[in-house]
């Protein structure tokens, strides 16, 4: 694959998205790689392990400068495959970890939401900066950070794109274990370690009531999400800010009545 590299190890399924230039960031090509690539995890494995190459992000966003190009019916089409992705992340009978060390902000931030365990570095840092350039999260972030963390805490990440460190993304609950850099790797191979002591068929059942228990009206809220989230794009707020993040200024917003 062109932007990720997969190892398949003994019960381990590893995904690991290869734009370190890009701050791993999610453009079309990556996720249509990361559905391929979730549909090679079979019942010989009993975890998926997704975190992002270099030192500076797990993944920085979505691709602005794709993003950008986007009317509404292309940004429904690029939503909807970005909620195909988190979504048959969370349908996976495996355990799924995502393992965040630099950002996971936007796109970033909504893949971890969908993992099951988030295991952190302390210089982690998490948000949903979207209605910053004039957008909304689309992959399920309005969604999924409510469920996780309550709706104030959420409400303040979406309303300001405000970041929580991985300290505070623990003691919020998006976070399961937040450790220093250099403890990171430890731990997630210790955690996978213990994962790997229980069988799949106990694991997954887990999973899925777990999953029941919070995420019952998911689909109609993701569905709600797709529509206003592409809705934008037929305005000039969203092409400002994103314009606005391109060439790194501050961006215009047209005052409202």
């Known amino acids: 694959m062109e932007f990720l590299n997969i190892q398949s190890k003994k019960h381990v399924f590893e995904v690991e998205i290869a734009r370190p230039k890009a701050l791993n960031a999610l453009n079309l090509g990556v996720l249509e790689e990361l559905e391929q690539a979730l549909t090679q ?12 190459s270099g030192e500076k992000a797990f993944v ?18 690029f939503c909807s495959l ?21 950002f996971a902000l936007g796109g970033g931030c909504e893949l ?3 993992c099951d365990l988030v295991l952190a570095s302390e ?15 689309g992959f399920g972030g309005t969604q999924r950070l409510v469920r996780r963390i309550g709706r104030a805490k959420a409400m ?23 450790v220093p850099k250099d403890q990171l790797n ?13 069988p799949l068929s106990a694991l997954g059942r887990c999973k899925k009531l777990s999953l029941e228990a919070e995420y019952k009206e998911l689909k109609n809220g993701l569905e709600r999400e797709k529509d206003e989230f592409s809705k934008l794009f037929s305005g000039p707020e969203a092409k400002e800010g994103m314009q606005a ?13």
């Open 41 to 52: 995890v079979t019942s010989d494995h009993r975890v998926v392990v997704l975190k992002g």
């Open 60 to 77: 920085a966003g979505a691709d602005i400068s794709a993003m950008v190009k986007l009317d509404e019916a292309s940004a429904k089409g």
């Open 82 to 102: 970005g909620q195909r992705v988190t979504t048959k992340i969370e349908a996976l009978e495996q355990v799924c970890i995502a393992v965040v060390d630099g």
């Open 112 to 114: 971890a939401l969908a």
């Open 123 to 137: 210089e982690a840092r998490f948000g949903q900066p979207e209605t910053l350039l004039g957008l909304i999260p």
């Open 156 to 178: 303040h990440m979406l309303t300001t794109g405000a970041k929580l460190s991985g300290l505070e993304a623990e003691k919020a609950g998006l976070v399961s274990v937040c």
């Open 186 to 198: 430890a731990v997630v191979e210790k955690t996978v370690g213990k994962i790997l002591q229980s």
């Open 245 to 257: 993040f391109l060439e790194k200024r501050t961006p215009n917003f047209a005052a409202k009545p």
